[in-house]
């Protein structure tokens, strides 16, 4: 029974980590840090480090800066563009610590899991803000947020508390991304719109690509003509704009 019992406590602080960390990554450091130095949750040695004030000091400055950032339109979808490479691995490595000391396998299985756990917990968050960015008014933006931090602190309440709830409700929100993942593709899609332009990887026409665009203009133009739709003077015209275009 005992083993059964720290089985789901591991599983419910590894993934509640990941989850959390997903959605609101310096707040959950912030929970697990303080809960760790005030002796609220007992902490795995591979999350101690939490608990060291440089790292709360961090988390904390971190967390006042998104606090803002996640309640302004528009930038809190480029604040979440970002912390896509942020709160993935970091979800990952927070699942990780949080196994403790398992045989390679495992540690690896915790870490990939953890970091689905995060991608899937950024993405519904950062599509759902997208969608909430076509209206016009900041309310609903002030609200999700608010409503972000209050769900995270509760899942990891719930998470170091009752460890068993924790996981069924882990389950059904798993269940419940399924079906909301997709609804919130649009947003999703633009969000990686957000992070080309960041990391400028637009796809750019290159010189071949114009020069096989030209040929196709260019036999458009003499089809035209030999059917008839073009003289030879529009023709001539056509194609000297064609080739001599900047």
């Known amino acids: 029974m005992e083993t059964y019992e720290g089985l789901i406590q591991t599983l419910s602080l590894s993934m509640g ?9 310096y707040a959950t450091l912030l929970v697990l840090g303080l809960g760790g130095i005030y002796g609220v949750v007992s902490l795995p040695p591979g999350l101690e480090i939490l608990t060291n004030p440089v790292v709360i000091g961090a988390a904390g400055l971190m ?7 996640d309640k302004t339109p528009g930038v809190d979808t480029a604040w979440d563009g970002i912390h896509t490479f942020v709160r993935i691995p970091a979800g990952a490595l927070l699942a990780l610590g949080a196994v403790g000391e398992v045989n390679p396998a495992l540690a690896m299985a915790a870490a990939i899991v953890g970091g689905g ?17 076509s209206s016009p008014e900041p309310f609903s933006n002030w ?14 309440w719930t998470a170091l ?6 996981v069924v409700g882990l389950v059904l929100f798993i269940l419940l991304l399924f079906w909301l993942l997709p ?44 059917n008839g739709g073009l003289s030879e003077e529009e023709y001539a015209a056509a ?3 064609i080739l001599n275009k900047t």
């Open 143 to 156: 609200t999700a947020s608010v409503g972000e931090d209050l769900l995270v602190l509760a899942g990891l």
């Open 183 to 226: 609804k919130l593709w649009r947003g999703i899609k633009r969000l990686f719109g957000v992070i080309k332009k960041m990391l400028n990887i637009e796809k750019k026409p290159t010189n071949e690509t114009l020069v096989n665009d030209d040929f196709v203009q260019l036999d458009a133009l003499n089809r035209l003509r030999q």
């Open 239 to 241: 194609k000297e704009k």
């Open 117 to 133: 756990m995060s991608a899937a917990t950024h993405s519904a968050k950062a599509g759902t803000r997208i969608l909430i960015n």
């Open 17 to 25: 980590a990941a989850w959390a960390s997903g959605i609101n990554l």
């Open 63 to 69: 967390y006042m800066v998104e606090f803002f950032a």
């Open 161 to 166: 508390n009752h460890p068993l709830w924790f």
